[in-house]
C-alpha cells in the first residue's frame, strides 16, 4: 500500500500546483515530494530515534478500529493518522509519506505571507528554501503531527493578513476552524497565533482611524498584549508547578541543556526567559555537539544565525506592511519565549522550532531574493552587472522580467 498512498501524493500535489500556476513551484516540488518518500520509506525507519511515534501509532490504530484514544493533541491527530490507515492500510510508513505530501504545500501560505510583508520581492527562493531547508526536511517527513501543525499554522496566519491587508471579513471567518483545529492539534500554537492576530487587529484599527504608527506607540500597543499573552500561559497552559515539572521531564536525555534549573516564582520565570529564548532558538552550541545527530542539529543552529541575520537586516533596510510584520513579530517572539521556558532539550527543540525558522525565512525574504539572484547570475540565468547602479538596475531587470514570465505563465 505504500505505492498506492505513493501515487495519491504524487497526483495531489501536481494538481494542486497546476491550480497554482507556478512553474518552479511544480518542479521542485515534485522533487520535494520524492525526496520526503524516500526519507519515510528508506531513513525513517532506520533513524536511532523513535520520538513519540508509538503513542500516535497506537491512538491512530484506536480511531481505525472506532475506538477513542487517551490525549487530546493526540486523538486529535490520530483522527487524521486513523484515516489513512484505514484507506492505504496500517503502516507507519503511509503516514509520514502524507506528512511528506503535507510539508510540500508549505511554500503556499509562506510565500502569501512574504508578499504581503514587503513590495518587489522575488519568491523563487524562498519556495527552495521551504521545501528543502535540511531538519524542517527530515522532521517533517516523520509520522507524527509536525507536518499537519505547521501548515495550519501558516494557513491561519495567511488567513489573518488576507482578511485584514484585504479587508475581507468572509475570509476572516474561515480563520475560526482553522484555529480551532490547529488548537486540537498544537495548543500553545494556536494561544501564540491568537495573540499575534490580536496585535495586528489593533494595529490595523489604529491605522484605519489615520493615527500615525510610530515605534513608540506600536511599543505602547504590544505591552498590555504581552501582559495578556503571560496571562494566556500561566492560566491556561500551565500553572507555576507544571511548568517545573516540565522543566524537569525535558531536561532528560543526550541532548539536555540548562539541566537542574528550578523556578522558584514567576519573576524568576520572567528574568530568565530571555536568555531560555536564545537557547531554545540557537542550540546546540558547539560543545553541545556529541554525535552525528547532533552535529546535524547544529547545521540547523549555523542556517538560524544567518537567517536571523537577514530578517533583522531586511526589515531595518527594507519598507514593510506593518500590520503583518506586528503579526510575525509577535508570533516569533512571545512563540520562542514560551517554549524556551520549558524546552531543555535541543533533540526536541529543533522540531518545536520549525515555524519560526520559517519565520525568519519570510522576514529575511529581500535579502534571499538577493541570494537567489547571485545563484541565477552564477548559473548564466541574468548576466552579471558591476556597480551599485547596476546591480540596482539589475535587480530591478529580474524582478520584472520574473513578474513578467508569472503573467505569461497565467494565462496559458
Known amino acids: 500500500m505504500v505505492i498506492a498512498v505513493t501515487i495519491f501524493s504524487f497526483i495531489a500535489f501536481i494538481y494542486i500546483a497546476h491550480l497554482?500556476?507556478?512553474?518552479?513551484?511544480l518542479?521542485?516540488?515534485?522533487?520535494?515530494?520524492?525526496?520526503?518518500?524516500?526519507?519515510a520509506v528508506g531513513v525513517v525507519p532506520n533513524i536511532p530515534y523513535t520520538w513519540d511515534f508509538g503513542q500516535f501509532d497506537r491512538a491512530a490504530q484506536a480511531v481505525a478500529t472506532g475506538n477513542l484514544p487517551d490525549g487530546s493533541t493526540v486523538a486529535s491527530f490520530a483522527a487524521v493518522q486513523g484515516l489513512v490507515y484505514a484507506i492505504f492500510g496500517h503502516d507507519q510508513t503511509n503516514i509520514a509519506i502524507v506528512s511528506g505530501l503535507i510539508a510540500v504545500f508549505l511554500p503556499l501560505p509562506i510565500r502569501y505571507l512574504a508578499r504581503n510583508l514587503?513590495?518587489?520581492i522575488s519568491l523563487d527562493g524562498i519556495t527552495a528554501i521551504v521545501l528543502f531547508l535540511p531538519i524542517p526536511f527530515l522532521m517533517l517527513s516523520l509520522p507524527m503531527r509536525d507536518s499537519v501543525s505547521v501548515f495550519l499554522f501558516f494557513s491561519l496566519l495567511a488567513l489573518t493578513?488576507?482578511?485584514?491587508?484585504?479587508?475581507?471579513?468572509?475570509v476572516g471567518l474561515l480563520t475560526v476552524p482553522v484555529w480551532g483545529m490547529l488548537y486540537l492539534v498544537r495548543p500553545e500554537l494556536a494561544l501564540v497565533s491568537l495573540l499575534a492576530i490580536l496585535a495586528a487587529a489593533t494595529v490595523a484599527v489604529v491605522q484605519m482611524i489615520n493615527i500615525d504608527l510610530s515605534l513608540r506607540s506600536i511599543v505602547a500597543v504590544l505591552v498590555p498584549i504581552g501582559a495578556i499573552g503571560f496571562g494566556l500561559f500561566a492560566e491556561l497552559l500551565y500553572s507555576f508547578e507544571r511548568v517545573n515539572a516540565e522543566l524537569s521531564y525535558r531536561a532528560t536525555g543526550g541532548?539536555?541543556?540548562?539541566?537542574?534549573i528550578q523556578y522558584s516564582s514567576w519573576f524568576d520565570f520572567l528574568l530568565a526567559a530571555p536568555a531560555r529564548a536564545i537557547y531554545f532558538q540557537f542550540t546546540p552550541f558547539p560543545l553541545h555537539v556529541e554525535s552525528l545527530f547532533h552535529a546535524l542539529?547544529?547545521?540547523?543552529?549555523?542556517?538560524?544565525?544567518?537567517?536571523?541575520?537577514?530578517?533583522?537586516?531586511?526589515?531595518?533596510?527594507?519598507?514593510?506592511?506593518?500590520?503583518t510584520a506586528v503579526l510575525l513579530i509577535v508570533v516569533y517572539l512571545a512563540g520562542v519565549t514560551g517554549y524556551g521556558a520549558i524546552n531543555s532539550n535541543f533533540g526536541t527543540g529543533v522540531r518545536h522550532r520549525i515555524v519560526f525558522d520559517f519565520i525568519l525565512v519570510i522576514a529575511a525574504a529581500p535579502v534571499i531574493s538577493r541570494w537567489e539572484l547571485l545563484v541565477r547570475?552564477?548559473?548564466?540565468?541574468?548576466?552579471r552587472h558591476r556597480g551599485e547602479h547596476d546591480e540596482q538596475q539589475r535587480e530591478t531587470q529580474e524582478l520584472d522580467g520574473h513578474v513578467q514570465a508569472r503573467r505569461e505563465y497565467s494565462n496559458e
Do not use: Q
Open 118 to 120: 514587503y513590495d518587489n
Open 20 to 25: 497554482v500556476k507556478d512553474e518552479l513551484y
Open 297 to 323: 542539529t547544529f547545521s540547523g543552529t549555523l542556517i538560524a544565525i544567518v537567517l536571523f541575520i537577514g530578517a533583522i537586516r531586511s526589515l531595518h533596510h527594507r519598507d514593510y506592511e506593518t500590520t
Open 27 to 39: 518542479k521542485l516540488g515534485i522533487v520535494a515530494l520524492l525526496g520526503h518518500v524516500i526519507v
Open 255 to 260: 541532548a539536555v541543556y540548562l539541566e537542574g
Open 377 to 383: 547570475e552564477w548559473l548564466g540565468v541574468v548576466p
Open 161 to 170: 493578513v488576507r482578511s485584514i491587508s484585504d479587508r475581507e471579513p468572509l
